[in-house]
């Protein structure tokens, strides 16, 4: 018993010092014009394009884009984006992690997208 005791125990600590040293995420490069701490509209797919929104607040309003990225920090209640917007008459929300995940931080869009919000919060 003790033998097998001292073999988890080893195993334990060993698979501790392989998770200790996984590398973590580290953040894609700041899009053209939005750096951190902001939430960006541009009017092309990828970020490109004209920059059509940026905010470091919640933003409201009527802005066509192609795509969207969450440059936000990590800030407990504060580091999400809630988005809504518009598409064939239909409006949907979407929530996006921070830069850089996990979970989408951006998106691309068909044309005909109109954003109305984007809210600051907590977890999605």
């Not at 040293?21 to 960006?40: D, I, L, W």
């Not at 504060?78 to 988005?83: K, R, T, V």
């Not at 998106?107 to 005909?112: E, V, W």
Request: with cysteine; hydrophobic share 35%.
């Amino acid at each position: 018993m003790r033998k097998r005791t001292i073999a988890l125990t080893a195993a334990s600590a060993a698979l501790a010092g392989v998770v200790a040293m996984a590398p973590a995420a580290s953040a894609e490069p700041n899009p053209p014009g939005c750096e951190k701490g902001y939430f960006c509209v541009y009017s092309g797919q990828n970020q490109t394009g004209t920059l059509v929104v940026k905010t470091f607040g919640d933003w409201s309003g009527s802005a066509g884009g192609r795509s969207t990225f969450n440059n936000g920090v990590a800030a407990p209640g504060a580091d999400h984006i809630q988005l809504t917007y518009t598409y064939h008459g239909a409006t949907y929300e979407r929530c996006l992690h921070f830069n850089p995940g996990p979970g989408d931080y951006k998106l691309n869009f068909d044309t005909g997208v109109v954003f109305k919000s984007a809210v600051w919060r907590g977890e999605c």
